[in-house]
């Protein structure tokens, strides 16, 4: 955690909130006039801008940004909810990487680990041994060579299922044949990337360098000394194959945590009872950071993923600033997403209200790409369903407004992506509380440089926005919380 000194200083002229007006007593459709997409737009601009470097989980850059989204919110005059009357909770993420000492070679070829070989789990481990090359790693191809203490090096291959997208199925391959290869005897394995597996490799790649995340105490942050799995770039494959050669590994892992930020505030509801049950408006404010240049531009600015959900929620205060409703009004971006949803776990485990007074949670996820008159609602379709009561509200906002037509593909247990699992709304769905997702999915920039403010359909954004809000405002004002789904068990 920030030293509590420092803290006090970031925190100064934002503890309070200026008070709330008495709620005037107006249609909702006089707040959406507060739904501007100037002021989407404008927001959007300045959190994806080069100076947040890209806001980064657990980096000062989250923080400035974080800092900007709190003192909007304080200038809306909405109240504080996050700890001791701040709008912020922090968290640690626990990080486990390999050491700059760390060192690879195979034969004459020093390899700098996730830079020249990616490195697929952080391990301690040292082994020098001699490297035999058994092309696709076939049965008949093992049968003919020796395997027990040597690394073993294959070229990759295979084809996922129609329900796999092919990251996945690098992963699950890679994963599962270096555990046969090291049941057998090896003592290291070596895959070189086809050409599928060189995209993954230039796209992916990145990440590995930092190394694993979790809250502390996450299994996958655990130290090990395991044999070490490595993904070659396929240029490699001319010399891998080379007979007689050493494979030589000297790695190190090191684990430590520091902070990031979930950013919390409400505008309370103006019904006596009602008031104590929250409406939770979600999102995330971190993205990639600073990484390797691509075409000149190193800066991953996130402007989908997830400026767009920023701006919306931002928006969305301001139609309920305008006009409060019955049930109060929670708004939550969540700190480093894009690390594992260590926010939205965090701040699902130990919220700033009582749990059970979250009624709803409605999320907002890459919001402003693709065709501009299709959307997608994720948590619509069983297996992933948890309230067929909230879907039919958020359905008749999507009519009542925008009139989107929904693909519900990407929400489907068989979709390739598993885009479902890999957002905020997930850890509260797992708690049984309902909860959807707003996205106008994938596109060719995600995770990229590209992903720039100058890409956004703000036309859509605003509509999708929108779409959100009149979702909220129903839940808000109805007498009956959305029912919770009989039975509903969330399994991938």
Sequence with gaps: MLNLSIRRLLLAGLLTAAPLLAPAQKKPANALSAIKEADIKADLFALADDKYRGREGGTLDELRASMWLAEKMRALGL???????????????QRTRLTKTSRL???THQLRPNHDALV???????????LVYVGTGTAAELAKTDIKGKAVALLFSGQPAADMSFRRYLSQVLRDKSAELLKAGAVAVVFVSDDR????????GHTYERGRYGLPGDANVAAVTTAPTLLLPSSALSWVQQAGQQFTADLRTESFQYPSVNIVATVPGTDAQLKNEYVLFSTHQDHDGVREAVQGDSIW???DDNATGCAALLAIMRAYKQQPARRSALFVFHGAEERGLLGSRYYSAKPTVPQKSIVAVLNAEMMGRNAPDSAALLGSTPPHRNS?????????????GPKFKLDTEWDKATHPEGWYFRSDHLPYARLGIPAVMYTSWLHSDYHTPKDEASRINYSKLLRMTQWMYLTGWAVANRPAPPAREPGFKLER
Excluded at 79 to 93: E, K, R, V, W
Excluded at 120 to 130: D, G, K, M, N
Excluded at 391 to 397: E, G, K, P, Q, T
């Design 79 to 93: 109240q504080p909810a996050g700890d001791d009357g701040t709008f912020f909770q922090f968290f640690n993420l």
């Design 105 to 107: 070679s195979i034969g």
């Design 120 to 130: 697929f789990a952080p391990t301690t481990y040292a082994v020098q041994a001699p």
């Design 197 to 204: 597996a060189q995209n993954i490799y230039e796209h992916w």
């Design 301 to 303: 600015n996130g402007a």
């Design 388 to 400: 067929l009561d909230l879907v039919n509200l958020a359905l008749a906002a999507n009519q009542q």
